[in-house]
């Protein structure tokens, strides 16, 4: 049975996102917030630039490159006590096993059908190589939000910004 609940993207609101393209918050880090999840990791710049070129997830192999060099990023970001970049790297690493189950659940990674209300699809149709993909991004991501510094870092920026 499918369910008949449409995609959030539907109704979503720009005006109300806090995050904003034409800002460049290494210049404006005051300005970024933490949000939950991935929030945002599309939009920052210029984090979203210089670490979205590495996230790919088709292969386990390719996943293990991508996760490793997004984690080095985090690891640079963290080493010049920048949080909005350390923050933008452990979402990319989130992303990296969100999207992998996406496609590991749905096939071609399509939750809803559009032509049908947007119901949801039949999940056990993706691919299981992208499973093993998304193991791969989840163990760096969970290493990022372990890192004690950045949790306290990540504390301290929800305390002061949001």
Same mark, same amino acid.
């Given at each position: $049975?499918?369910k008949?609940?449409?995609?959030?993207y539907?109704?979503?609101? #720009?005006?109300?996102?806090p995050?904003?393209? %034409?800002?460049?918050?290494?210049e =404006?880090?005051?300005?970024?917030?933490?949000?939950?999840?991935?929030q945002?990791?599309l !939009?920052c710049?210029?984090?979203?630039s210089? !670490?979205?070129? =590495?996230?790919r997830?088709?292969?386990?192999? !390719?996943?293990? =490159?991508?996760?490793?060099v997004?984690?080095?990023?985090?690891? +640079?970001y $963290?080493?010049?006590?920048?949080?909005?970049? /350390?923050?933008m790297?452990?979402?990319?690493?989130q $992303?990296g &096993?969100?999207r *992998?189950?996406? &496609?590991a659940? &749905?096939?071609?990674g399509k939750? &809803?059908?559009?032509? #049908?209300?947007? *119901?949801?699809? /039949?999940?056990?149709t993706g691919?299981?190589?992208?499973?093993?993909?998304?193991?791969?991004?989840?163990e760096k991501?969970?290493? *990022?939000?372990?890192? +004690?510094?950045?949790?306290q $870092?990540? /504390? %301290?920026?929800?305390?002061q910004?949001?």
């Open positions: $049975m499918t008949q609940r449409k995609p959030s539907l109704d979503f609101d #720009n005006s109300q996102y995050w904003k393209p %034409d800002i460049n918050y290494r =404006h880090p005051e300005s970024y917030r933490v949000g939950k999840g991935e945002g990791v !939009i710049e210029p984090y979203k210089e !670490i979205r070129k =590495h996230w997830f088709k292969t386990p192999e !390719i996943a293990t =490159h991508s996760s490793e997004i984690f080095k990023c985090f690891q +640079q $963290m080493s010049e006590k920048d949080f909005v970049g /350390a923050d790297a452990r979402k990319f690493l $992303m &096993y969100t *992998a189950r996406r &496609y659940n &749905y096939k071609g939750k &809803y059908d559009k032509e #049908n209300g947007y *119901a949801e699809l /039949a999940r056990g691919e299981a190589e992208k499973a093993a993909s998304a193991a791969i991004f989840y991501w969970k290493l *990022a939000e372990a890192d +004690q510094q950045y949790t $870092m990540k /504390a %301290d920026w929800k305390k910004y949001g």
